[in-house]
């Protein structure tokens, strides 16, 4: 059996309506199997002006808006219409990427016709009420994640560090690597602008801390910003420079006086505003890969980041960046601030970092996953 020989459904939360790194590795993954000749069929949420335009062909499933956070929405499971499109299709692999209603459908679906299932991993989603003020709910969600994972023939994770954790937390036995890649057309340090940075306010010897992603509190802007103040505190210089936007924003602006905010940047502005940044800093703990540090390696960036899932996995502490114990302003203010006073070190872990990045390649890294499809296909048929 070969990748052209698979049939794929494909189940997410958001493929294409919000555009964040688990929907552009949905997508990238997608092109590639079309490319080699494999048939897919995604299922998702669908909204009248998303993000982007889907790569392959998307069905929409019902759901709503989440409450609090309307520009996303929740899959309320599969409709008649869905069932009656899969069973068309005929998938020989159907393929899950979030715990929610329409994927608990789709394992049902698969298992009573004894068709594989591989669920990816994409965000530590059972640590996201903790930024909620509902933190005791976490241990529930976990529990019922786990069961979740195990109704799955497989899973798929983007780091070894979130693999190792998800075998602690018991979600599953046969759990392989799919990291990411990075594009390198638009992620590199030539790229940086210094006509754009003085466009900001940026000097040319000014030191730029970035932090770049959605402006939601699970990215851990509570904890940036308390390092931004003990920074100050200890009086070293430094400006402040966020790529990004989202529903936390006015939250994020009052709590960073002075800092310089750029809005949501894309494609080639993207990478510009990210090369044109000094020292990436990424206290999140909830990502299970973080493209946005490998990203910001690409681009010459030296990173400071939370010791957690993904980011474990990316940076080599000493030489790329410097891993710090989560959730700790003083012990990142204390990583960050050689960074802003030392010229040669910052340039020395930032080519390191470029140099670590150019190991992900995008073509390689998909293949993974046909493998695993192929693997978990012939598996069923022995």
């Not at 069905?59 to 759901?63: F, H």
């Not at 009086?235 to 905010?261: N, Y």
């Not at 020292?279 to 703990?285: A, K, L």
């Given at each position: 059996m070969e990748t052209a020989d698979l049939r794929i459904a494909?189940?997410?939360?958001?493929?294409?309506?919000v555009r964040d790194g688990a929907n552009q590795a949905?997508?990238?993954l997608v092109g590639h199997l079309l490319n080699r000749g494999a048939a897919v069929r995604v299922y998702a949420p669908m909204v009248p002006e998303p993000a982007f335009p889907p790569v392959g062909d998307l069905?929409?499933?019902?759901?709503i808006a989440i409450p609090g956070r309307p520009e996303y929405r929740f899959p309320l499971g599969l409709s008649k219409e869905n069932c009656a499109d899969l069973a068309r299709f005929a998938p020989n692999i159907v393929h899950t990427s979030s715990p929610d209603l329409a994927a608990h459908a789709a394992v049902r679906w698969a298992r009573a016709r004894n068709i594989p299932v591989l669920a990816s991993v994409h965000t530590r989603f059972e640590t996201y009420p903790r930024y909620y003020g509902l933190g005791f709910i976490e241990p529930g969600l976990e529990a019922l994640i786990r069961r979740y994972y195990n109704r799955c023939d497989a899973l798929v994770a983007p780091s070894q560090s979130m693999i190792e954790t998800l075998r602690d937390q018991g979600m599953n036995r046969d759990i392989s690597l799919w990291t990411r890649g990075v594009d390198r057309t638009i992620f590199a340090s030539a790229k940086r602008d210094l006509s754009w940075r003085r466009s900001l306010g940026i000097g040319d010897d000014d030191v730029a801390v970035v932090f770049l992603g959605r402006l939601v509190m699970e990215k851990g802007l509570d904890i940036f910003a308390d390092t931004i103040v003990e920074l100050r505190r200890?009086?070293?210089?430094?400006?402040?420079?966020?790529?990004?936007?989202?529903?936390?924003?006015?939250?994020?602006?009052?709590?960073?006086?002075?800092?310089?905010?750029?809005?949501?940047q894309t494609g080639a502005d993207l990478g510009r505003a990210l090369a044109s940044g000094d020292?990436?800093?990424?206290?999140?703990?909830t990502e299970t890969f973080g493209n946005v540090t490998l990203e910001a390696m690409a681009c010459g960036l030296p990173v400071v980041a939370a010791g957690a899932t993904g980011s474990a996995s990316l940076v080599r502490d000493g030489e790329t960046g410097t891993l710090v114990p989560p959730g700790c302003p003083v012990a990142f203010a204390e990583a960050i601030a050689p960074y802003c006073t030392d010229a040669e070190l910052r340039a020395r872990h930032g080519a390191a970092g470029e140099a670590r990045s150019k190991d992900f390649s995008w073509d390689a890294i998909n293949q993974t996953v046909a493998d695993t499809y192929l693997r978990l296909v012939e598996a069923k048929r022995g």
């Open positions: 494909l189940f997410s939360g958001n493929y294409n309506y949905l997508n990238r069905v929409g499933v019902p759901s200890r009086q070293v210089p430094h400006k402040v420079l966020v790529i990004g936007d989202g529903p936390a924003r006015c939250w994020f602006e009052r709590a960073l006086p002075g800092g310089i905010f750029a809005g949501f020292v990436f800093f990424n206290p999140s703990i």
